[in-house]
């Protein structure tokens, strides 16, 4: 059996979120639309530096059939220096309040890892979904704080930091350990009182080309959580090392792939580019119709 038997509680797939007080369906797939607001991240990190740029990026994202925007300010790319609390808050804070307030329906999440910054840009702005690379590793306090604040919480995997993850990721199963781990950390969350989890296997994250591919081939496998999936590829390099191209060549790619974990069981993608993912779950809902 890949998961304990504490998942095995959700009787139903849930399909929404409470979003402070609105809810987020997720009966057919949607796209999750990525702002980097910093000065390296692998792709597109130092393109977007002034609110002006910022605005105009998301409501691009927003034409193109956006339903969630991720707001990220440290880069978690493998190798990469960790950012301080106040550089990130710096960066996040004016970057969250001039979306909210150009765009007060539109459901924002941030990319952070740190429970201070959640309950610091709550405070400011209201509620958003936090989406946490690191499970809950990097921060004692996360779980506890999701559950108090009855916010969304993105639970991922990742084995490892940023600054060492990718040194030399091992598994003897891949699929059952990541599988194991999220469903503890959902029977700590739920322990917790928090009750909208979105689970991410974490590809990329303290994993190597095989391993990220061994999740992806068993995607559907999660499915047993009863919990919205959410999968992260954009042009990561488990797409580009294949075509042995790079992240700016691997939009391409990045559609398969996400194609893919579509006709696995995936319900959000996570991109940098909106318009292919929304066309691509266009044609998989199609498909879907016609069964």
């Not at 639309?33 to 991240?41: A, C, E, K, M, R």
């Not at 609390?85 to 969250?96: C, F, G, I, Q, S």
């Not at 429970?115 to 936090?130: F, K, L, M, Q, Y």
């Not at 909208?196 to 995607?219: Q, S, T």
């Amino acid at each position: 059996m890949l998961i304990t038997q504490s998942a095995g509680k959700f009787l139903k797939r849930k399909r929404t979120i409470n979003l402070g007080g609105e809810l987020i369906d997720f009966t057919d797939p949607c796209v999750m639309g990525i702002i980097n607001v910093t000065p390296d991240s692998f792709y597109d990190g130092g393109t977007l530096t002034t609110e002006s740029e910022i605005l105009s990026r998301v409501e691009q994202m927003i034409d193109e059939g956006v339903s969630i925007i991720d707001v990220g300010a440290v880069s978690t790319r493998p190798n990469s220096e960790m950012t301080s609390t106040k550089d990130e808050l710096a960066r996040l804070l004016p970057a969250v309040t001039a979306i909210r307030k150009q765009f007060p329906g539109l459901p924002l999440s941030i990319d952070t890892f740190r429970s201070w910054v959640a309950v610091r840009v709550i405070d400011e702005i209201g509620p958003v979904i936090v989406n946490d690379i690191s499970g809950g590793s990097l921060d004692s306090k996360m779980f506890e704080t999701i559950g108090k604040m009855q916010i969304p919480y993105i639970l991922s995997h990742m084995q490892g930091t940023p600054q060492n993850m990718q040194e030399s990721p091992y598994y003897q199963d891949v699929v059952r350990e990541v599988s194991g781990y999220l469903s503890e950390s959902v029977r700590k969350l739920t322990k917790y009182g928090v009750n909208d989890v979105i689970i991410d296997p974490g590809f990329g994250f303290g994993k190597n080309m095989d391993h990220n591919y061994k999740l992806l081939n068993r995607l559907d496998s999660l499915k047993v959580f009863q919990l919205p999936v959410m999968v992260g590829v954009s042009r990561k390099s488990m797409v580009w090392q294949v075509l042995e191209t790079d992240p700016e060549n691997a939009l391409n790619g990045t559609t398969v792939v996400n194609t893919m974990a579509l006709l696995g069981g995936a319900d959000i993608l996570r991109v940098h580019d909106v318009k292919p993912a929304v066309e691509a779950i266009r044609i998989f809902m199609q498909l879907k119709d016609s069964l």
